[in-house]
């Protein structure tokens, strides 16, 4: 009897065989698609890139807020050398006429300024009247402020008007800026890879670029079928003043570097780490959440196990 049992299920394992080789065969089958798609989207990206996109066939004029230093500097030199008339818009005048002229200079296009203080929300009709009338191609969403340093939120020096000057230049300013949408050919969103996932002691820096990335990602979905190109810009450290990195590295590239990296990913992605080390860094860092995660599930499981086994002892 216990033969003929054991005879019935080798016969069963035998007729099931082909059904497990079929379904084993197809999971492999999937995975290397999938594999083979991420590597041609990768190559697209990151090798031949979307660099001629960008071009004053969008409209004359670019604008970048926050023009004066840093990754929005980059922004606005590389701009002017594709031929873009350079609206620069930023806190000091004497920096903007510095940037102005040496643009002029360099590329030969005609540039024009506004100095407005983002922390005040009584500037956009300044800024309105400066750009009325102007047929604007791109605009860069660039101007942020972060910590002074890495602080406990109750512990923020001044935390008042700490908070209303960072939800004004990060936040107010991408919405307002973004009301002269009609007519914008592409937008950057400079968000953070500080927004992709809560960052303790730099907490409101981080909340204010996840919403900058939520607003991007939503206004894109929304204006996509108006062929408006809206890009969240997410990346990790830039060597720059907000950073005080003076010596930049692979990860931590200078501004130029990090510009005409992420300026070729532009209608390629709607959500970028814009530059391919960042990229990386991005898919190890949820890797490793992944892992947290799994492993901490799998610690509770065995806590609640040993929790039920002591009770019924
Ligand atoms: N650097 C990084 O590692 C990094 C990483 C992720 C995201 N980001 C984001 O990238 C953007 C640029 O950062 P960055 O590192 O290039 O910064 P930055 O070097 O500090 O330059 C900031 C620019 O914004 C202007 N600005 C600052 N506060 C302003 C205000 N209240 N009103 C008008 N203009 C103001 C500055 O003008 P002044 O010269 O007059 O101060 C300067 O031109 C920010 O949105 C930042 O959050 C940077």
Same mark, same amino acid.
């Given at each position: ?15 099931? =065989?082909?059904?497990?080789?079929? *379904? ?47 990754? %929005?500097?980059?922004?606005?030199? =590389? ?24 643009? =002029? ?35 860069? &969403? ?22 209303? &000057?960072?939800? &004004?230049?990060?936040?107010?300013? *991408?919405? $307002? ?35 900058? /990335? ?6 894109? =979905?929304?204006?996509?079928?108006? %062929?408006?190109?809206? $890009? ?23 501004? /130029? ?8 990913? *532009? ?23 992944? $892992? ?22």
């Amino acid at each position: 009897m216990e033969m003929l049992k054991l005879s019935n299920k080798g016969e069963m394992i035998r007729r099931a =065989e082909p059904l497990f080789f079929w *379904v084993g065969a197809s999971t492999l089958a999937l995975l290397a698609l999938w594999l083979l798609y991420r590597l041609l989207t990768g190559f697209r990206i990151w090798v031949l890139g979307n660099g001629r996109l960008l071009s004053p066939k969008l409209g004359k004029w670019a604008v970048v807020t926050g023009a004066t230093d840093g990754i %929005g500097k980059s922004y606005a030199e =590389e701009l002017a050398r594709r031929g873009f008339a350079m609206m620069l818009i930023s806190r000091s005048q004497e920096k903007l006429d510095d940037v102005a002229k040496s643009l =002029e200079a360099e590329f030969g296009v005609e540039t024009r300024t506004i100095a407005v203080d983002f922390g005040k929300t009584d500037i956009y009709p300044k800024i309105e009247a400066g750009l009325s009338g102007l047929e604007i191609g791109v605009l860069v &969403n660039n101007v942020g402020v972060s910590y002074p340093y890495p602080e406990y939120y109750l512990h923020i020096p001044d935390l008042d008007n700490f908070l209303t &000057n960072m939800i &004004n230049v990060n936040m107010t300013s *991408v919405c $307002q800026v973004s009301l002269f949408l009609p007519g914008i050919g592409v937008i950057l969103n400079i968000s953070s890879a500080s927004g992709m996932y809560p960052v303790p002691l730099l907490t409101v820096y981080s909340a204010t670029k996840a919403f900058m /990335d939520f607003f991007s990602r939503g206004l894109q =979905e929304e204006y996509r079928r108006q %062929g408006i190109i809206i $890009q969240s810009v997410l990346p990790f450290f830039v060597a720059t003043k907000m950073t005080r990195i003076r010596k930049p590295t692979l990860d931590k590239p200078t501004p /130029d570097r990090y510009v005409a990296a992420e300026l070729t990913t *532009v209608g390629l992605q709607s959500q970028t780490n814009g530059y391919f080390p960042h990229a990386v860094m991005n898919i190890l860092t949820r890797m490793n959440r992944l $892992q947290r995660t799994g492993y901490l599930h799998r610690r509770k499981l065995r806590e609640m196990k040993n929790g039920a086994s002591l009770k019924n002892e």
